[in-house]
């Protein structure tokens, strides 16, 4: 079957850096998406990754090691407003999107 | 620019009911969605469109339907409400299959 696996909760202080990781298992590989989900609100797309490797985008930066089956989202210099859950989604060889169920990112002054 | 708009936001039915949740989009995408969102668990998708007049089965597709008359709308009927559908749905579109999407505000529908 198809998986994706993102830790459920995380609690990180404002300012600091944190690393939420998705791991995937799926039929084939056509990218993978972050998105952000902030309480009772739409998901907003954060970056997109289809090649090995480090994309950074201001704040956040997103990794992909497609050999492991791994990717994980970076952020920095947290702020209050990063309180959210963030969504990790692959897009196997059927060019379906399977969507892990998010982690839930707490931040603490 | 509005992009995605869905409605009703907030909506309970009892069990056996019928409605239609309604979705515009004013960007001009051909490929619009209908996810649905449970606590704990990811996006399932229900139905998915490629362009007016084209639908596809997502995932989840059982007790709904959808139509695609025009690009702009994709409306979401769901028959006989069951328990089993009280969720949040989202509607979706991209100007591609299955890449970066825009998402709706969100119906969070109770079927008591």
């Known amino acids: 079957g198809q998986n994706i696996d993102q830790p459920t909760e995380m609690t990180a202080t404002e300012g600091a850096i944190v690393q939420i990781n998705c791991t995937y298992q799926t039929s084939g590989f056509n990218g993978l998406f972050w998105y952000q989900q902030h309480a009772g609100e739409a998901p907003t797309f954060l970056s997109y990754?289809?090649l090995d490797g480090l994309e950074e985008k201001g704040r956040f930066s997103s990794f992909l090691s497609r050999s492991k089956g791994y990717s994980y989202l970076l952020l920095k210099e947290l702020q209050m407003k990063d309180s959210a859950s963030y969504l990790c989604a692959v897009r196997d060889s059927n060019y379906q999107l399977i969507w892990g169920a998010g982690t839930k990112l707490i931040i603490k002054p | 620019n509005a992009g995605v708009t869905q409605t009703p936001k907030f909506r309970i039915l009892k069990i056996g009911q019928s409605m239609t949740l309604q979705c515009t989009q004013d960007?001009?995408?051909?490929?619009m969605y209908w996810y649905r969102q449970d606590p704990g668990m990811g996006l399932k998708l229900i139905y998915y469109?490629?362009?007016?007049?084209?639908?596809d089965k997502g995932e989840v597709p059982n007790g709904y339907n959808v139509s695609r008359s025009t690009t702009e709308d994709f409306p979401l009927r769901l028959e006989l409400a069951a328990p089993s559908q009280t969720s949040v749905y989202f509607c979706a579109s991209s100007y591609r299959e299955h890449t970066e999407a825009f998402f709706g505000q969100g119906t969070r529908l109770t079927v008591v």
């Open positions: 960007m001009n995408h051909n490929y």
């Open positions: 469109s490629v362009g007016a007049g084209i639908t």
């Open positions: 990754n289809v």
